[in-house]
């Protein structure tokens, strides 16, 4: 439809990855991903013909529980598990740097940089200074400070973003 009407659609799929009908096969990872796969990409039918592809991007997450127990374990899991969802709000998956403390990810347009603790900031300023474009920003913290003042130097390429309340929610529960 988007070929046909210039739209923009885009969709998620949720799907579990059990195997209900006996064959081995899992829906997710064995049915629903490759069929897709092929729809963006493009496939021969049996008889040789060539289907061209619809073009787009394909991401598979798999979901996991975090622990409400505040360990540190858990409370690093949490922020890392959350680095898909801020991809997804953002539209960014090409992973551009991965360090232990942030992560910078890549769309058409703009970066998106996580950083997952406040102590990582100088570090995280240090390698956007050596990468050209604007970078959309968010910065795990215990308190509220929206940390302005850290990225004043860089206020020009960064745009410091609102973490979601939904994993705020978790964050402050695990975070008490």
Sequence with gaps: MNSEDGGHRQFILC??????????L???SDICYPRIKKAIKGYKKTKGENVAGLTGNLKYYVCDFVEAEPTDRNKRKLVSESTEMLCIRENAFELVQDESDF?????SDKYLGIVFFE???????????????????YVFSLGDDPHEKQFADVKD????CAIPEVILKVYREIFK
């Design 103 to 107: 992560k910078i990810f890549k769309n």
């Design 15 to 24: 799907t579990n990855n059990e195997d209900n009908n006996g064959s081995g």
């Design 157 to 160: 390429k960064v745009a410091l």
């Design 26 to 28: 899992k829906i997710a």
């Design 119 to 137: 102590e990582a900031i100088g570090d995280f300023k240090k390698a956007i200074k050596k990468i050209k474009g604007h970078f959309n920003t």
